[in-house]
C-alpha cells in the first residue's frame, strides 16, 4: 500500500472515531440499527422511559414502533458485540482484542491450567 493511501485510510478511521463518539445506536429487535447524535439520543431515551404503552415514533425520516425497541447503545458496546461475534476476546491483561484462538504474550498461564486449554 502506498503511504498517501495509507495515510487517507487513518485520516479516515480517526474521522469516523469522532463522528461516532458523539453518537448513539437505537438497535430494533431485528437488529436495524438507527445512529443519531447523543445529545438527541439521550432525550428520546428519557421520553421513551417515561412512555406507559408502545407508539410510533418518527426519527428523522424514519417511523418505528416504540416496542420494536431494543435498547439505546452507546458505540462502544456495538463495536464489543460484533468483535465477540466474530469471536474475539478482550484481554485483561494487555489491554487489548486478541482473535479467535489466539493467545496473549503477556499471559504467563499455569502449566497445570495452560493442559485444560489445548
Ligand atoms: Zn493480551
Request: charged content about 35%; overall charge neutral; proline content about 2%.
Amino acid at each position: 500500500m502506498v503511504l498517501q493511501e495509507k495515510r487517507e485510510i487513518i485520516q479516515r478511521d480517526s474521522y469516523m472515531n469522532e463522528i461516532t463518539k458523539n453518537q448513539k445506536v437505537i438497535i430494533l429487535r431485528d437488529g436495524t440499527e438507527i445512529w443519531i447524535e447523543k445529545d438527541r439520543a439521550e432525550n428520546f431515551g428519557d421520553q421513551l422511559m417515561k412512555i406507559t404503552e408502545s407508539k410510533f415514533v418518527k426519527i428523522d425520516d424514519q417511523i418505528i414502533n416504540t416496542a420494536d425497541i431494543t435498547g439505546i447503545f452507546s458505540p462502544e458496546t456495538l463495536e464489543e458485540k460484533v468483535r465477540r461475534k466474530r469471536g474475539q476476546w478482550y484481554c485483561t491483561s494487555c489491554k487489548k482484542w486478541h482473535d479467535r484462538g489466539e493467545r496473549c504474550e503477556e499471559v504467563r498461564i499455569p502449566s497445570h491450567i495452560a493442559k485444560f486449554l489445548e
